[in-house]
C-alpha cells in the first residue's frame, strides 16, 4: 500500500510542475513618483523630419517621448521643444491632466541605446521631471519618472 502511495504522489509531483515564463518585449516601464509603472502597450513612430516619437499606454495614462533623432545617444530635456516628454492622466471626471517638460521647463533626459533599423526596434533608458501644464489644481505641481527603461519597442516607417 505504501508503494501506491507514493507512486501517486510522485507521479502527481511531476503532472502538477510547469514552466510560466512571461516576457516583457516589447516594454517601457519605471517609476513614477517612486511607485512602479509599466505600460500596457508601447510603439514608436518616426516622422519625416527623422524625429523619434515613442508612446505608451495604460487604461488611463500616456506618455510620450520625442527625440530629434535615432541616433543612439543622450537628449537633454528642458532645452528645446524637439526633446520633450508629455505625459497625460484621464481623471474620474474624464479631464485631461497633462505634464510636460518643454523649452526652459523641466528637465531628464532620454538615452537612446540601440536602433536597430533591421528589426525596427528602439531601446533605451529615460528620467524626468515635467511640470503642470496648466496647474490643474487636481493633481500636483509635477510628476517624476525615474529608472525609466524602454526594450525593444517596434518602431514603424517614416509617414510619407
Not at 488611463?60 to 520633450?84: D, H, I, V, W
Not at 497625460?88 to 541605446?113: N, P, R, Y
Amino acid at each position: 500500500m505504501k508503494k501506491y502511495f507514493l507512486l501517486i504522489v510522485v507521479l502527481f509531483s511531476l503532472i502538477s510542475c510547469q514552466e510560466d515564463v512571461r516576457f516583457n518585449n516589447p516594454s517601457l516601464q519605471g517609476l513614477k513618483d517612486n511607485v512602479f509603472w509599466r505600460a500596457v502597450e508601447s510603439k514608436a513612430t518616426i516622422a519625416a523630419d527623422g524625429s523619434l516619437l515613442i508612446q505608451a499606454y495604460t487604461s488611463n495614462e500616456t506618455l510620450s517621448l520625442k527625440t530629434t533623432a535615432t541616433k543612439a545617444q543622450t537628449y537633454f530635456l528642458g532645452t528645446s521643444e524637439s526633446k520633450k516628454v508629455t505625459y497625460t492622466i484621464t481623471d474620474a471626471t474624464g479631464s485631461l491632466i497633462t505634464f510636460s517638460t518643454g523649452f526652459g521647463i523641466g528637465d531628464g533626459q532620454i538615452v537612446i541605446t540601440e536602433y536597430d533599423a533591421i528589426n525596427k526596434t528602439v531601446t533605451g533608458i529615460f528620467k524626468f521631471n515635467a511640470e503642470n501644464t496648466y496647474n490643474n489644481p487636481l493633481a500636483g505641481p509635477s510628476v517624476n519618472f525615474q529608472q525609466g527603461v524602454f526594450y525593444k519597442v517596434p518602431v514603424s516607417s517614416p509617414v510619407q
